[in-house]
């Protein structure tokens, strides 16, 4: 069975770290890109992180350049975020997800990526207090 499970969320305060996990099953993450999105209740989805495992190709949506860091451990069938400096906007629901191309929907200003495609994880809490 093609599955991700996310993992790591919690609550921590303003400037505080986080790191996500999004562990693949039934299929090696080496083979597809692999995106990090959040959502807050009443908005769209937005992606916001992706990483190409094949070849460690990333980008990210402007609001979090500089603070999160994507990364894979394609050994473990594992992507991570690495979330540093945390804001309280940064509060959502994050999800990984697993496609061919999801890559090109991740800069500012490019279309969302519909979450009828793709492989989803299942959502992950992350509440940042001030």
């Known amino acids: 069975e093609v599955q991700l499970q996310a993992f790591g969320g919690g609550l921590v305060q303003a400037g505080g770290s986080l790191r996500l996990s999004c562990v693949a099953s039934?299929?090696?993450?080496?083979?597809?890109?692999i995106g990090w999105f959040r959502q807050v209740p009443g908005k769209e989805r937005e992606g916001i992180s992706c990483i190409t495992p094949k070849n460690g190709r990333t980008d990210y949506r402007d609001s979090v350049k500089g603070r999160f860091t994507i990364s894979s451990d394609n050994a473990k069938n594992t992507v991570y975020l690495q979330m540093n400096n945390l804001k309280p906007e940064d509060t959502a629901v994050y999800y990984c997800?697993?496609?061919?191309?999801?890559?090109?929907?991740?800069?500012?200003?490019?279309?969302?990526?519909?979450?009828?495609?793709?492989?989803w994880g299942q959502g992950t809490q992350v509440t940042v207090s001030s």
């Open positions: 039934g299929f090696a993450v080496d083979e597809y890109e």
């Open positions: 997800a697993a496609d061919r191309a999801i890559c090109f929907y991740i800069p500012t200003g490019r279309p969302s990526y519909m979450t009828t495609s793709g492989t």
